[in-house]
């Protein structure tokens, strides 16, 4: 475990002169599938040293550019993502609970989707119950090079319900169950048991099956597992309906009365068959585990509905599994991931303990063993030579979470500051991180929609370049279909891999121009129209055929008419905006076009953008995308030219096709060479320089960061320079002017 960054809260007037111990409270924290991190705090605080309660969202790559989401009238007592990572939930310990939604996946706007109150009650546990499958490894085939052989989708959940449904737990047992359908909520509640009593500790995960399991239990034994099941009746609404699963009693025989349980946790949420219970004993905190089976009971025939009884029945049981002690300290938090790569009946995976001294226990399934122990640094961002914290100088450990593939695990302290850990990887505990193991990680992130922020964080270890080519390796063994699906997906993980190191810039910025390439030749080509009895091929296919044939020496004027005569219609149905939007996105494609052409007679002796775009069928694009522009015969790009009436569209046409039959045409070569000093050539902007703490990655700077809430560092990361002069980038340094990536339009200084 190597801590990557820690995020402080700065000292300010009047506020540093407070004790540590009044500015402390209880931080929640959970992190998303797409590393996002919401989080409780109640600072800053005002003059008279009394915090407010407020969630707090943030990306995990600018851990100090947070944005407030809400404010809560009483301090958070659970937080919970939905398996989307576009909502959360949030209850506090007045009975409050609240359910938000991302506006147009922006941090800084969220919308309220969901508001309700249940009097006098604490809200200790929320969560979502999804309908959705589960992507996990299949050992059997975990050596396949096709991704639907090599990873397996669990059973489906077993709610009634294409919606998700929203959780929250009180600690008196009442179950509050809502539903976020697309007219208005709808929300239903159930008794946890048989009857209501009081409840210290809560989670909730999904069976191998597809079942829906909560765990209960007080600050004693036994622990109780329920199955809930939700259901949409169009006259009675929404309905939970809770029934007893199994329990297990957490101490020994002849143990002493003075065990309490301080923490119930699933190993996984998507895998409920095994829970850690963290206990406060005599000797100090300690981490129990216990796996479920299914045994075989004899059934009496007075204590079943089925004629004639069954003689054996599967029913689930807890065996005791292992045990690891703290060492005397007291158990604060326990962590577990959400899901794990890892496939087979008992998947692999880390379990984490928080003490109260300050330390993390990093543990393995297999008999708890200790893998790695770290220590919160003592160091606070508030401590002074007047101010005693009740740690003796340290903070507390409050919860603790793991990013979205496990890479990651993100510590909160009672001070509302954030620690980020890098984990070893779980295919080889407190070992280093390797090309193959990683590949698998991309491959599940590609699969699962999860995002890939936090593999960065061991990706840096490695070798960028053999990770890409082993990458692209096996994406390109896919089937065709898979290959379209997953194109924009794998084109965004390669362009992140390559933005890691410096010298492959140029190479992340042909990644980018390819993908924003195909998007609109896409579009495009989607646009083309034939006459109605020339159907028996798709436009795109009959133009790619009547270009094949082409000779490269024709004009563009000349295979416009071809067109025609074959059938392809001139007329687009579009809007004036419609119709401006086209032309910015044309504007685009020449000016790559410009880049690559200007850039060819550099490729013999060094490689830079366009020398990759080249390989992977840009040239291609860029000839259809010039064809469609000048056959629905849409507005020329406004370049300026040192011949006032040069069709450049055409000439670039020619210089395209010609570039693609014989790459080492002198002549064409020599046209090259003297475009820039034809045409002035507009800034591109595929060139992005990491930002954040990837650019800090990137420079080599040395682990771990400190940032500070609200102040953003400069890690001077000096943009690439100039592959050919004359020849811009919108990420030059100088450059102040505001580009739209997405419009493909200057915006100006001050937009």
Same mark, same amino acid.
């Given at each position: 475990?190597?801590?990557?960054?820690?995020?402080?809260?700065?000292?300010?007037?009047?506020?540093?002169?407070?004790?540590?111990?009044?500015?402390?409270?209880?931080?929640?924290?959970?992190?998303?599938?797409?590393?996002?991190?919401?989080?409780?705090? $109640?600072?800053?605080?005002?003059?008279?040293?009394?915090?407010?309660?407020?969630?707090?969202?943030?990306?995990?790559?600018?851990?100090?550019?947070?944005?407030?989401?809400?404010?809560?009238?009483?301090?958070?007592?659970?937080?919970?993502?939905?398996?989307?990572?576009?909502?959360?939930?949030?209850?506090?310990?007045?009975?409050?609970?609240?359910?938000?939604?991302?506006?147009?996946?922006?941090?800084?706007?969220?919308?309220?989707?969901?508001?309700?109150?249940?009097?006098?009650?604490?809200?200790?546990?929320?969560?979502?119950?999804?309908?959705?499958?589960?992507?996990?490894?299949?050992?059997?085939?975990?050596?396949?090079?096709?991704?639907?052989?090599?990873?397996?989708?669990?059973?489906?959940?077993?709610?009634?319900?294409?919606?998700?449904?929203?959780?929250?737990?009180?600690?008196?047992?009442?179950?509050?169950?809502?539903?976020?359908?697309?007219?208005?909520?709808?929300?239903?509640?159930?008794?946890?048991?048989?009857?209501?009593?009081?409840?210290?500790?809560?989670?909730?995960?999904?069976?191998?099956?597809?079942?829906?399991?909560?765990?209960?239990?007080?600050?004693?034994?036994?622990?109780?597992?329920?199955?809930?099941?939700?259901?949409?009746?169009?006259?009675?609404?929404?309905?939970?309906?809770?029934?007893?699963?199994?329990?297990?009693?957490?101490?020994?025989?002849?143990?002493?009365?003075?065990?309490?349980?301080?923490?119930?946790?699933?190993?996984?949420?998507?895998?409920?068959?095994?829970?850690?219970?963290?206990?406060?004993?005599?000797?100090?905190?300690?981490?129990?585990?216990?796996?479920?089976?299914?045994?075989?009971?004899?059934?009496?025939?007075?204590?079943?509905?089925?004629?004639?009884?069954?003689?054996?029945?599967?029913?689930?049981?807890?065996?005791?599994?292992?045990?690891?002690?703290?060492?005397?300290?007291?158990?604060?938090?326990?962590?577990?991931?959400?899901?794990?790569?890892?496939?087979?009946?008992?998947?692999?995976?880390?379990?984490? $303990?928080?003490?109260?001294?300050?330390?993390?226990?990093?543990?393995?399934?297999?008999?708890?063993?200790?893998?790695?122990?770290?220590?919160?640094?003592?160091?606070?961002?508030?401590?002074?030579?007047?101010?005693?914290?009740?740690?003796?100088?340290?903070?507390?450990?409050?919860?603790?979470?793991?990013?979205?593939?496990?890479?990651?695990?993100?510590?909160?302290?009672?001070?509302?500051?954030?620690?980020?850990?890098?984990?070893?990887?779980?295919?080889?505990?407190?070992?280093?991180?390797?090309?193959?193991?990683?590949?698998?990680?991309?491959?599940?992130?590609?699969?699962?929609?999860?995002?890939?922020?936090?593999?960065?964080?061991?990706?840096?270890?490695?070798?960028?370049?053999?990770?890409?080519?082993?990458?692209?390796?096996?994406?390109?063994?896919?089937?065709?279909?898979?290959?379209?699906?997953?194109?924009?997906?794998?084109?965004?993980?390669?362009?992140?891999?390559?933005?890691?190191?410096?010298?492959?810039?140029?190479?992340?910025?042909?990644?980018?121009?390819?993908?924003?390439?195909?998007?609109?030749?896409?579009?495009?080509?989607?646009?083309?129209?034939?006459?109605?009895?020339?159907?028996?091929?798709?436009?795109?296919?009959?133009?790619?055929?009547?270009?094949?044939?082409?000779?490269?020496?024709?004009?563009?004027?000349?295979?416009?008419?071809?067109?025609?005569?074959?059938?392809?219609?001139?007329?687009?149905?579009?809007?004036?905006?419609?119709?401006?939007?086209?032309?910015?996105?044309?504007?685009?494609?020449?000016?790559?076009?410009?880049?690559?052409?200007?850039?060819?007679?550099?490729?013999?002796?060094?490689?830079?953008?366009?020398?990759?775009?080249?390989?992977?069928?840009?040239?291609?694009?860029?000839?259809?995308?010039?064809?469609?522009?000048?056959?629905?015969?849409?507005?020329?790009?406004?370049?300026?030219?040192?011949?006032?009436?040069?069709?450049?569209?055409?000439?670039?046409?020619?210089?395209?096709?010609?570039?693609?039959?014989?790459?080492?045409?002198?002549?064409?070569?020599?046209?090259?060479?003297?475009?820039?000093?034809?045409?002035?050539?507009?800034?591109?902007?595929?060139?992005?320089?990491?930002?954040?703490?990837?650019?800090?990655?990137?420079?080599?700077?040395?682990?771990?960061?400190?940032?500070?809430?609200?102040?953003?560092?400069?890690?001077?990361?000096?943009?690439?320079?100039?592959?050919?002069?004359?020849?811009?980038?919108?990420?030059?340094?100088?450059?102040?002017?505001?580009?739209?990536?997405?419009?493909?339009?200057?915006?100006?200084?001050?937009?």
């Amino acid at each position: 475990m190597d801590l990557v960054y820690t995020t402080l809260n700065p000292s300010r007037g009047s506020e540093s002169r407070l004790p540590d111990w009044i500015r402390e409270t209880n931080s929640l924290c959970s992190v998303s599938c797409q590393n996002i991190l919401v989080f409780s705090s $109640a600072l800053p605080v005002n003059k008279s040293g009394v915090g407010v309660n407020r969630i707090y969202c943030l990306d995990l790559n600018s851990p100090w550019d947070y944005n407030l989401v809400c404010t809560l009238s009483s301090p958070a007592s659970c937080l919970a993502w939905d398996g989307s990572g576009t909502k959360f939930a949030v209850g506090d310990t007045n009975g409050n609970l609240s359910v938000w939604q991302m506006k147009e996946f922006c941090l800084s706007e969220w919308e309220e989707l969901y508001t309700g109150c249940l009097p006098h009650e604490r809200i200790i546990k929320t969560g979502f119950l999804s309908s959705s499958k589960v992507v996990r490894l299949w050992t059997k085939m975990k050596d396949s090079v096709y991704y639907n052989l090599k990873f397996r989708f669990g059973p489906q959940g077993n709610s009634l319900m294409e919606n998700e449904v929203c959780l929250f737990v009180t600690s008196s047992g009442l179950l509050n169950a809502v539903v976020l359908s697309q007219t208005s909520p709808m929300s239903a509640t159930a008794c946890v048991g048989r009857k209501r009593s009081r409840i210290n500790f809560v989670d909730m995960a999904t069976s191998t099956t597809g079942e829906f399991l909560l765990a209960a239990c007080g600050a004693e034994t036994p622990v109780t597992i329920y199955r809930i099941d939700c259901s949409l009746d169009p006259q009675l609404g929404l309905q939970v309906n809770v029934t007893n699963h199994s329990s297990f009693c957490v101490t020994e025989k002849g143990e002493s009365d003075l065990v309490r349980i301080s923490a119930l946790q699933f190993l996984l949420a998507d895998s409920s068959d095994a829970i850690t219970v963290g206990l406060d004993t005599e000797e100090g905190g300690k981490v129990r585990m216990w796996e479920m089976d299914l045994t075989c009971h004899t059934s009496h025939k007075l204590f079943t509905q089925v004629q004639p009884s069954p003689n054996r029945k599967l029913v689930p049981t807890w065996r005791y599994c292992s045990e690891f002690g703290g060492g005397g300290s007291k158990l604060n938090v326990l962590a577990t991931p959400r899901t794990s790569i890892m496939g087979g009946e008992k998947p692999s995976c880390y379990i984490l $303990a928080g003490f109260a001294d300050g330390t993390i226990q990093c543990l393995l399934r297999d008999s708890l063993q200790q893998i790695a122990s770290v220590e919160l640094p003592r160091s606070s961002s508030f401590n002074d030579n007047n101010s005693q914290n009740v740690n003796g100088g340290g903070v507390t450990i409050c919860d603790i979470c793991f990013t979205s593939t496990g890479t990651g695990l993100l510590v909160t302290d009672s001070l509302g500051q954030l620690y980020l850990y890098r984990m070893s990887p779980i295919a080889d505990p407190a070992g280093p991180h390797v090309a193959a193991y990683l590949v698998t990680m991309y491959e599940y992130c590609l699969v699962s929609g999860r995002d890939w922020w936090d593999l960065a964080l061991a990706a840096v270890q490695t070798n960028i370049q053999t990770l890409t080519d082993k990458l692209q390796e096996s994406f390109n063994q896919q089937p065709q279909g898979e290959q379209s699906f997953s194109y924009y997906r794998y084109m965004s993980i390669r362009a992140s891999l390559y933005r890691l190191c410096s010298h492959s810039q140029y190479r992340a910025a042909d990644t980018l121009s390819l993908m924003m390439l195909k998007s609109i030749h896409g579009d495009l080509s989607s646009m083309l129209n034939v006459e109605p009895g020339l159907m028996d091929q798709e436009p795109l296919e009959r133009l790619d055929t009547i270009l094949r044939t082409t000779a490269s020496n024709t004009q563009l004027d000349t295979v416009i008419s071809t067109l025609i005569s074959s059938g392809f219609i001139r007329e687009l149905e579009l809007n004036s905006e419609d119709v401006q939007n086209l032309v910015q996105l044309s504007n685009w494609v020449v000016t790559l076009a410009l880049h690559l052409l200007s850039a060819i007679p550099e490729f013999k002796t060094r490689r830079g953008p366009g020398f990759w775009l080249m390989q992977e069928g840009g040239l291609n694009m860029i000839r259809d995308i010039l064809v469609m522009l000048r056959l629905w015969a849409l507005p020329k790009a406004e370049f300026i030219t040192r011949e006032k009436d040069m069709d450049l569209n055409a000439k670039l046409f020619s210089m395209v096709c010609r570039l693609r039959e014989n790459p080492k045409d002198e002549g064409l070569l020599d046209e090259c060479l003297i475009l820039p000093s034809l045409v002035i050539v507009p800034s591109l902007d595929v060139m992005v320089s990491p930002s954040g703490v990837l650019a800090g990655l990137q420079s080599g700077a040395n682990l771990p960061f400190s940032f500070y809430f609200g102040i953003e560092p400069n890690f001077c990361v000096a943009p690439q320079p100039l592959f050919l002069e004359g020849l811009p980038y919108t990420d030059e340094g100088n450059s102040r002017n505001i580009y739209d990536t997405i419009r493909k339009t200057a915006l100006g200084r001050q937009p």
